[in-house]
């Protein structure tokens, strides 16, 4: 009697232990939804943001209008260029946007950003230290502009179309692979690989390096397939090219669907960029804007948005929340000793137009 109590108490705790277990798992699963709407008042009005394509998860925008009550009118745009100009304009409406590191620095000189009140911006404190280091060269003490997303720019290629080793830009000049290479349809891009190949500084205002670095691109010409910024993802998936350069999201995507394809920051080095959230001075609605950058700053809805774009999130605590997949991914989440090569444009000033010169004779000489 004893001996068959015993066992069926022993059976009825194993019970009770697999279920506390399974209890505990189910706890344990990762919740992405809005874990702290309680702290939102009421804000109301409308929000007018100007952003990227396909750059935010679009149901976070309908969680924070429904949590404040504030309408979000959401802008694309299509290069920061174009965003600086609409910054700029009399009529500028936006109450936040998300410029690139270099365009941000000349924003800051131009005074038309907001300082921003991080006494309303609590969930700041998920973002990396490390990323501040980096942000704190184009934003002096982080006063005007917070991380958003953050990548590299490197090479996609096929590994079973590319016989040779990949560490180098030197092999975007490889005639062994003419017609099969995508240079990068961007000046600052494209002037950064050509002049970093040559051993100069992506930000040089040197005439000589620029006129050098414009040169070399001329001479890629007769090897390119062409210059392609979002149509470069299908060419490669579909395996119509053998190497181009790409942003390290895109390559992500690309890699998830063709798994003959890698990427790799090359040895010289490359560009780290950082997109971060700012306020005009011009915004309407300050309030509702320091709260969309707290909203998006929260650890959860962060990790749910990077599993939306695939961009690298500056968050710790949404990197704390991500999967392998994401987190030992040396193209989402490059190590230290590899960022130790790379560095993020910054304002050329004047120079610009030594580049933009530049661009239009390489774009001449191509036939666009």
């Known amino acids: 009697m004893k001996k068959w109590l015993a066992l069926l108490l022993a059976a009825l705790m194993l019970v009770s232990l697999m279920a506390c277990s399974k209890k505990d798992a189910a706890e344990e699963e990762v919740d992405y939804s809005f874990a702290d709407g309680d702290q939102y008042e ?69 005074d038309l950003l907001l300082p921003l009140d991080m006494t309303k911006i609590p969930n700041a404190k998920n973002i990396q230290d490390r990323m501040y280091e980096v942000t704190n060269t184009f934003d002096p003490g982080n006063k005007f502009s917070l991380p958003y997303m953050w990548g590299t720019v490197g090479i996609l290629y096929n590994t079973k179309m590319v016989d040779d080793e990949v560490n180098s830009w030197d092999i975007l000049w490889n005639e062994k692979y003419a017609g099969k290479i995508w240079q990068y349809d961007s000046v600052r891009d494209a002037m950064a690989v ?16 620029i006129a050098a670095a414009k040169e070399e691109l001329i001479k890629q010409i007769p ?11 299908s060419s490669m998936i579909n395996n119509k090219a053998a190497l181009a350069v790409i942003y390290a999201g895109d390559a992500i995507l690309c890699m998830e669907e063709n798994e003959d394809l890698a990427y790799v920051i090359p040895q010289e080095g490359s560009n780290v960029w950082f997109d971060n ?12 804007a320091l709260a969309f950058i707290n909203f998006l700053n929260d650890a959860n809805l962060a990790a749910r948005n990077t599993e939306f774009i695939y961009y690298s999130t500056p968050s710790q605590g949404a990197m704390d929340r991500l999967d392998e997949y994401f987190t030992e991914n040396e193209t989402f989440n490059p190590s230290d000793e590899t960022l130790a090569r790379c560095g993020v444009y910054h304002d050329l000033g004047d120079a610009i137009e030594l580049y933009n010169s530049a661009w239009e004779e390489f774009k001449t000489a191509m036939g666009n």
């Open 223 to 233: 090897l390119l397939k062409g210059l392609g910024t979002d149509n470069i993802r």
């Open 42 to 110: 009421q804000i109301g009005g409308e929000l007018n943001v100007l952003n990227w394509g396909e750059y935010i998860d679009p149901e976070l925008i309908a969680i924070f209008e429904e949590e404040t009550g504030v309408k979000v009118n959401y802008t694309e745009m299509t290069s920061n260029e174009e965003m600086l100009i609409k910054l700029r304009g009399a009529d500028n409406p936006y109450d936040m946007c998300f410029p690139s590191d270099y365009i941000i620095e000349k924003l800051v000189k131009d």
């Open 277 to 288: 959230v700012v306020i005009p001075k011009t915004a309407k609605n300050v309030e509702a």
């Open 194 to 209: 050509s002049l970093l190949r040559l051993g100069y500084d992506m930000n040089t205002v040197n005439p000589d390096e």
